[in-house]
């Protein structure tokens, strides 16, 4: 399942997902919105976490099947 599916199916904001996985930096909701669409992929520890927070239903190969726009 896409990231941006699961958000939108749990009705979470970027802003929440990235408190989920301890992100609280002030760009932190601006990195979880450009994972969900596709234009920046999350370094593995990341990635990692997302697995885990959405327990399973966003997968490694969701988060970088896409190619990056240029």
Same mark, same amino acid.
């Given at each position: 399942?896409?990231?941006?599916?699961?958000?939108?199916?749990?009705? &979470?904001? %970027?802003?929440?997902?990235?408190?989920?996985?301890?992100?609280? =930096?002030? =760009?932190?909701?601006?990195?979880?919105?450009?994972?969900?669409?596709?234009?920046?992929? #999350?370094? #593995?520890?990341?990635?990692?976490?997302?697995?885990?927070?959405?327990?399973?239903?966003?997968? %490694?190969?969701?988060?970088? =099947?896409?190619? &990056? #726009?240029?």
């Amino acid at each position: 399942m896409k990231l941006a599916d699961y958000l939108k199916e749990k009705n &979470i904001s %970027h802003a929440e997902f990235a408190r989920m996985l301890g992100m609280d =930096s002030t =760009s932190a909701a601006l990195n979880v919105s450009r994972y969900a669409r596709g234009l920046r992929r #999350p370094r #593995p520890a990341i990635a990692d976490k997302i697995v885990a927070v959405t327990k399973g239903r966003v997968k %490694h190969k969701d988060l970088y =099947s896409a190619e &990056i #726009p240029e």
